[in-house]
């Protein structure tokens, strides 16, 4: 069984920068992809970015802002997030094979 543990989120002014964590451990840990979703109060999850081996994928709305990293070492994956706007208010949801979830990380963007 994979256990995720996130970190990172939190409270950030308009236009900063918060870089979250998502490490994955357990027995017999095949850990191919792993991503990150989000989800707004009153809105669906939505796909973030994935890494996938060396091939990385984004959403329009984060691409140029956000970039997914993976230490496969450690068998940990990072979400460096810049130019944060409120609307990237959300829960940050790390995931890994497509089916395992972690318990999620909240940020908020403010002033």
């Known amino acids: 069984q994979v256990q995720l543990v996130e970190s990172g989120g939190g409270l950030v002014q308009p236009g900063g920068s918060l870089r979250l964590s998502c490490a994955a451990s357990g027995s017999r840990v095949s850990v191919n992809s792993m991503a990150w979703y989000r989800q707004a109060p009153g809105s669906q999850r939505e796909f973030v970015a994935r890494i996938t081996g060396a091939i990385t994928n984004y959403a329009d709305a984060v691409k140029d802002r956000f970039t997914i990293a993976r230490d496969n070492a450690k068998n940990t994956a990072y979400l460096q997030m810049n130019s944060l706007k409120p609307e990237d208010t959300a829960v940050y949801y790390c995931?890994?094979?497509?089916?395992?979830w972690g318990q999620g990380t909240q940020v908020t963007v403010s002033s």
């Open positions: 995931n890994v094979n497509y089916i395992i």
